[in-house]
C-alpha cells in the first residue's frame, strides 16, 4: 500500500514521507519516533494523498458504470428471454387448445400432426452450448472466452507441433537414408570409372599394337615390292638379250623374217611358230 506505515500492524495513514533510502513513508507519532533516531528530513503526501483518492473515485465510478451496463445488457437479454417464453407459452396454450376441441370439430388441426409438432422440437437436446458461448462472449468479464479459445488454439498448436516434429524426424530419417544411398552409388561409380579407365588403356594398348603391326606390314610390302621388281627388271633384261640372241639365230639360219615370231607376242598368242622351210 502506498500510503502504509512502515511501522509494523500500524492502521493509520502515512501522509509523511522522510529522505531515508526508499524514502519510507509513516503516520504523524510514528515518524516522531523515527526521526529521533534517524535525524532524516520529511515532506507531506496529502497533496499526493488527495490525487490519488481522486482516482480511485473515478476508477470506482467506471466500475460502476460497467456493473451498470452489465446488469441492462443482462436485464435486455432476460426479456428477450422472457418474450420469447411468452411466446412459447400462448403457442403452447392454443396448441392444448386444437388438442381439447379437435374431437368436436373436424377441420381443427389434427392430433397427428400435433403430436408431429412436438416430437420435433426436441428443446432440451438443441445445441445450447453455441447460446452459452455467445451470453459468455456478451457478459463476461473475466475473459472466460478468450482464455479458452486461447487454450483451445495452444492445444491445436501443440499438435500440429507435435505432427510437424513426426514429420520432421520423418524427413531427417528419409535424408539420412537417401545420403546414405548417394554414398553407396558414387562408390559404385568410382570403382566403375576405375574398370573403364583400365579397359580403355587395354583397347588403347591394343590398338597401338595393331597399327605398329600396320605399319610393320606395310614396310615389309614396300621392300617385297620393291625386291620383286627389280627381280622383274633383271628378268625383263636377260629376255631382251635372250630375244636378240634368237633373233640373231634365226637371221643366220634363214628364216624368213616376217614369220619370225616375237617373244612378247608369243606370249599372248597360243599358237605355235614354226620355221619356214626353205625353198630349193
Ligand atoms: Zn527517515
Ligand atoms: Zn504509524
Given at each position: 500500500m502506498a500510503y502504509k506505515c512502515l511501522q509494523k500492524y500500524c492502521p493509520e495513514l502515512a501522509l509523511i514521507e522522510c529522505n531515508c533510502p526508499n524514502n519510507p513513508r509513516f503516520c504523524h507519532s510514528h515518524y516522531i519516533d523515527h526521526s529521533?533516531?534517524?535525524?532524516?528530513?520529511?515532506?507531506?503526501?496529502?497533496?499526493?494523498?488527495?490525487?490519488?483518492?481522486?482516482?480511485?473515485?473515478?476508477?470506482?465510478?467506471?466500475?460502476?458504470?460497467?456493473?451498470?451496463?452489465?446488469?441492462?445488457?443482462?436485464?435486455?437479454?432476460?426479456?428477450?428471454?422472457?418474450?420469447?417464453?411468452?411466446n412459447n407459452l400462448k403457442f403452447i396454450k392454443n396448441k392444448i387448445k386444437a388438442s381439447s376441441v379437435w374431437i368436436y370439430q373436424t377441420n381443427s388441426?389434427?392430433?397427428?400432426?400435433?403430436?408431429?409438432?412436438?416430437?420435433?422440437?426436441k428443446l432440451i437436446k438443441r445445441d445450447q452450448d453455441q447460446l452459452n458461448r455467445g451470453i459468455l462472449k456478451l457478459f463476461d468479464l473475466n475473459?472466460?472466452?478468450c482464455k479458452e479459445e486461447y487454450e483451445i488454439?495452444?492445444?491445436?498448436?501443440?499438435?500440429?507441433?507435435?505432427?510437424?516434429?513426426?514429420?520432421?524426424?520423418?524427413?531427417?530419417?528419409?535424408?539420412?537414408?537417401?545420403?546414405?544411398?548417394?554414398?553407396?552409388?558414387?562408390?559404385?561409380?568410382?570403382?566403375?570409372e576405375v574398370d573403364?579407365?583400365?579397359?580403355?588403356?587395354?583397347?588403347?594398348?591394343k590398338l597401338t599394337?595393331?597399327?605398329n603391326k600396320i605399319?610393320?606390314?606395310?614396310?615389309?610390302r614396300k621392300k617385297d615390292e620393291e625386291k620383286y621388281r627389280k627381280i622383274i627388271f633383271e628378268s625383263e633384261k636377260e629376255c631382251k638379250i635372250a630375244l636378240e640372241n634368237y633373233e640373231?639365230?634365226?637371221?643366220?639360219?634363214?628364216?624368213?623374217?616376217?614369220?619370225?615370231?616375237?617373244?612378247?607376242?608369243?606370249?599372248?598368242?597360243?599358237?605355235?611358230?614354226?620355221?619356214?622351210?626353205r625353198k630349193y
Open positions: 529521533v533516531s534517524s535525524k532524516c528530513y520529511s515532506r507531506s503526501v496529502d497533496k499526493e494523498y488527495a490525487i490519488d483518492l481522486m482516482r480511485i473515485n473515478e476508477t470506482k465510478n467506471a466500475i460502476i458504470k460497467l456493473r451498470d451496463d452489465s446488469i441492462n445488457l443482462a436485464e435486455k437479454m432476460i426479456l428477450m428471454i422472457n418474450n420469447c417464453l411468452k388441426e389434427s392430433l397427428e400432426s400435433i403430436n408431429n409438432w412436438i416430437s420435433n422440437q475473459n472466460i472466452i488454439k495452444i492445444e491445436k498448436l501443440e499438435v500440429e507441433n507435435k505432427k510437424l516434429n513426426e514429420k520432421l524426424e520423418e524427413t531427417t530419417q528419409n535424408v539420412k537414408i537417401l545420403q546414405n544411398e548417394l554414398k553407396i552409388t558414387r562408390n559404385i561409380y568410382q570403382e566403375k573403364i579407365e583400365h579397359l580403355k588403356k587395354v583397347q588403347d594398348d599394337g595393331a597399327l605399319i610393320f606390314l606395310e614396310e615389309e640373231k639365230l634365226l637371221k643366220q639360219s634363214g628364216y624368213s623374217e616376217n614369220k619370225i615370231y616375237r617373244l612378247d607376242d608369243g606370249l599372248k598368242k597360243s599358237s605355235v611358230i614354226r620355221p619356214e622351210k
